[in-house]
T-cell receptor
Framework: GAGVSQSPSNKVTEKGKDVELRCDPISGHTALYWYRQRLGQGLEFLIYFQGNSAPDKSGLPSDRFSAERTGESVSTLTIQRTQQEDSAVYLC??????????????FGPGTRLLVL | AQSVSQHNHHVILSEAASLELGCNYSYGGTVNLFWYVQYPGQHLQLLLKYFSGDPLVKGIKGFEAEFIKSKFSFNLRKPSVQWSDTAEYFCAVISITGGFKTIFGAGTRLFVKA
């Protein structure tokens, strides 16, 4: 089927506003990952879902960041009271979720967030 | 804390030159290692991975990488690059005891001159 999709592809917002980013994983993939990539830097792990639960939230940078996943499908990453340092590309990836850590992660195109 | 270091941020090569991109990680336990590539305008995709067995791993498009445990390294190589290899390359590590948290390096931008 289709690959991982993310929306919106671009988002410009004002400092202090809330934003919601969406990820649609590949159908049948039970594992889902969120990453952040700031300009000129590598990917920063944010959170991982296995099914609808998130066993690893260690990468969320602050309590302004939250994520949820419903129906073992769509996930949303919410950033409250956005700050300029939140500007980045937010990438979502999914994998089969068999429990094998060597599973390949399939990445979406990302959402470019700019906080003015 | 775990970290992944990619030594070169930018590499410029002529076609047919040999390529080696360095990757070192800091973690003493058992790890799974990956190289991902992002071609211009495309998504990140897996190039190759190592999790056990032969430390010399072959991936797509003629790339290979060698896991040297004693050096905590997983360098990416290709004997003869092509213009179409122009892309950004990311090394990544998952520790066996660290759940599914994947640590990525900062990336290396490769530009191959035709």
């Amino acid at each position: 089927g289709a690959g991982v999709s993310q929306s919106p592809s671009n988002k410009v917002t004002e400092k202090g506003k809330d934003v919601e980013l969406r990820c649609d994983p590949i159908s049948g993939h039970t594992a889902l990952y969120w990453y952040r990539q700031r300009l000129g830097q590598g990917l920063e792990f944010l959170i991982y879902f296995q099914g609808n639960s998130a066993p690893d939230k260690s990468g969320l940078p602050s309590d302004r960041f939250s994520a949820e996943r419903t129906g073992e499908s769509v996930s949303t990453l919410t950033i409250q009271r956005t700050q300029q340092e939140d500007s980045a590309v937010y990438l979502c990836a999914s994998s089969l979720g068999t429990g094998a850590q060597q599973e390949t992660q399939y990445f979406g195109p990302g959402t470019r967030l700019l906080v003015l | 804390a775990q970290s992944v270091s990619q030594h070169n941020h930018h590499v410029i090569l002529s076609e047919a030159a040999s390529l080696e991109l360095g990757c070192n990680y800091s973690y003493g336990g058992t790890v799974n290692l990956f190289w991902y590539v992002q071609y211009p305008g495309q998504h990140l995709q897996l190039l190759l991975k190592y999790f056990s067995g032969d430390p010399l791993v072959k991936g797509i498009k003629g790339f290979e990488a060698e896991f040297i445990k004693s050096k905590f390294s997983f360098n990416l190589r290709k004997p003869s690059v092509q213009w179409s290899d122009t892309a950004e390359y990311f090394c990544a590590v998952i520790s066996i005891t660290g759940g599914f948290k994947t640590i990525f390096g900062a990336g290396t931008r490769l530009f191959v001159k035709a």
